[in-house]
């Protein structure tokens, strides 16, 4: 088997995902969990302005529904 033999090259790189998601999960199992609290996560989400353009409003018109 050569250094470059692509099964063996899979196997590693497999091995390399275990390890990684091994490393992540290990980390994630000994650190703070997130807070519960509202205010930790201030946040002021302005609403979007929805435009309706002039063609829509004529379609709308016409068929008798009402875009305020």
Not at 23 to 41: I, T
């Amino acid at each position: 088997m050569s250094a470059y033999d692509p099964a063996q090259m899979r196997a590693d790189c497999a091995e390399v995902g275990r390890n990684l998601r091994l490393e992540r999960a290990a980390r994630k199992a000994v650190s703070e969990p997130p807070s519960l609290h509202y205010e930790d996560y201030p946040r002021d989400v302005a609403k979007r302005d929805i435009s309706i353009s002039d063609a829509a409003a004529r379609l709308a018109g016409a068929l008798h529904l009402h875009l305020d």
